[in-house]
């Protein structure tokens, strides 16, 4: 690997390279050339490391048909020469490796901060030594005053959206990441959860050989995400991915949550009862909620499952949306719910491929998305990073899974709490999940008589046309019908009753509506 550029000057040269071969590569046309692009734009991600091999983390979990192309970011990268590690280990232990170790593997996992080597110690006990880049603080930090010109095109916008308080949370949660010292104590926290938790797995810190730059753990290891996915069995595959959403859920319960779910940060485990274990690594990188958070999240979940009157703004406002965005779209907050929370109140088992959340979010809140956008508050941003890396990681798994179903035990135990979470301004029943339809209906006649009558879930308008036979929608089209448009009105009223659409031919009546 070649030396990590650290100063300001030289970082800020690369960085540049870097936004010019992102920009060639949105410009470019030709799949050939594209791919190339990719390929060098992920290359040059690994190898200034920090934040830009952290944001690449993020694209190879993103929804573009394109994200495979940084996935070596997740799993592999370019290590540190093993004479640079020696010195490392030298200065932190104030004695040679080998007099702590009888064994290192000069091979090494890298990652955006550090890098894993696998060693011995003289009781035979295998460890994972991570050791921290040379530097790599001083880049971040020059990342970090770089980071100012993204705000630059929102001109006096960005007066409005927070963004020093975003740039505050990453921040924050950099330095607790580039102090090993603290990761080991999230790890050990992690570690007596896993003692209680049996489809958990999370290595033992050797806390006598840890410093603030070196991390000695057990070595534990598990297949990846991409080999289960692609070999496991359906039934291993839905244990797996049942273990991870235990382990998300489990912020519920205890208030704390692994925030960077990369692939490269997790594996699996087959146990010896047939179940499977999740095993996790990298604690630096852990979202703590206020109780009164928790317990917000919780009852929004539960009135949007309930679907009565109750308005949930108030909700939003406890959570630290910002009041004076927030109100501008306080009445599509109902219908925005019901797609936040989708997984989390059906009570069938849910594939995530069905949720397309950024498209329904869209059509929902329309051009006022940024409202919501700027409303909501950066101390959020790790919760939301770690749901990103579930959603990436269960597609991945291409498995249903009863979300509610493991939820219902965790709203049970803090039913009584979530009841009577005092709320700073009273509800309006006005512009509450009243106003949201319940179920999309329909109805087909034929000579007067009644040949199909279909009750389904509301959620069921967003697969409108998978959800009409190959004969129907060849009759809608005919007339003129676009089932596109129609899906869109109704996402922007906030999925409200309505009549969705009316079809008659010489054979047919057919009426489609939300009520």
């Known amino acids: 690997m070649r030396k990590l550029t650290t100063g300001t000057g030289r970082r800020g040269l690369n960085l540049l390279r870097l936004a010019g071969r992102s920009i060639r590569l949105a410009r470019s046309d030709e799949a050939a050339v594209a791919a190339e692009a990719r390929r060098y734009l992920a290359q040059s ?72 080597h696998q060693g011995r110690l003289p009781d035979g006990q295998v460890v994972a030594v991570k050791v921290q880049y040379p530097g790599i603080a001083r880049a971040i930090e020059t990342d970090l005053r770089l980071l100012g010109w993204l ?94 959403l235990e382990h998300a859920f489990g912020f519920f319960r205890h208030g704390f949550v692994h925030a960077d779910l990369h692939p490269g940060n997790f594996r699996f485990r087959k146990t010896t009862d047939g179940g499977v274990a999740l095993v996790l690594y990298d604690f630096g990188c852990i979202f703590r909620g206020e109780p009164e958070h928790r317990l917000a999240l919780l009852r929004l979940i539960g009135m949007t499952e309930a679907n009565a009157d109750d308005d949930p703004y108030p909700l939003f406002l406890k959570l630290g949306f910002d009041p004076a965005y927030l109100e501008p779209i306080a009445d599509r907050l109902p219908g925005l719910c019901r797609v936040l929370f989708e997984p989390f109140i059906l009570a069938s088992p849910y594939h995530v491929s069905r949720w397309h959340l950024g498209e329904r979010v869209a059509g929902v809140l329309g051009e006022d998305r940024w409202n919501f956008r700027i409303a909501g508050p950066p101390s959020l941003i790790l919760l939301m990073r770690m749901f990103h890396g579930l959603i990436h990681a269960l597609a991945t798994l291409d498995v249903e899974l009863p979300w509610r179903f493991l939820l219902e035990p965790i709203r049970q135990q803090f039913s009584q709490a979530v009841d009577a979470l005092a709320l700073a301004e009273p509800p309006q029943p006005a512009r509450g999940f009243g106003n949201v339809a319940k179920h999309l209906r329909i109805h087909v006649k034929r000579e007067g008589q009644t040949r199909v009558q279909l009750t389904s879930p509301m959620q069921m308008i967003d697969q409108l046309d998978a959800t009409l036979d190959v004969e129907l929608r060849g009759q809608i089209a005919a007339q003129g019908i676009d089932l596109h448009e129609i899906v869109a009105r109704v996402r922007a009223s906030g999925y409200r009753p309505q009549e969705v659409f009316r079809l008659t031919t010489a054979e047919k009546d057919i009426r489609v509506w939300l009520e």
């Not at 057990?218 to 080999?227: K, M, V």
């Not at 839905?238 to 991870?244: D, E, Q, W």
């Open 45 to 116: 991600m690994g190898e200034l490391k920090g934040l830009p091999q952290k944001i690449g983390q993020i694209l190879a979990m993103s929804e573009a048909p394109q994200a495979a192309a940084f996935d070596e970011l997740t799993e592999a990268g370019a290590a540190l020469d093993f004479s640079v590690v020696e010195r490392v280990l030298a200065q932190e232990w104030r004695r040679p490796w080998r007099e702590v170790l009888s064994e290192l593997n000069p091979q090494a996992r890298a990652a955006s901060l550090g890098q894993v």
């Open 151 to 244: 705000a630059a095109p929102m001109g006096a916008f960005r007066r409005q959206f927070n963004l020093a308080g975003y740039r505050e949370e990453l921040l924050r949660d950099l330095e607790e990441e580039l102090d090993y010292t603290v990761e080991a104590a999230n790890q050990h926290q992690y570690h007596f959860l896993s003692q209680v938790q049996p489809n958990l797995v999370v290595p033992r810190v050797y806390g006598e050989l840890s410093t603030p730059r070196v991390l000695v753990t057990a070595w534990e290891d598990g297949a990846g995400l991409r080999h289960v996915a692609e070999t496991w069995s359906e039934g291993e595959r839905k244990a797996a991915g049942r273990a991870l």
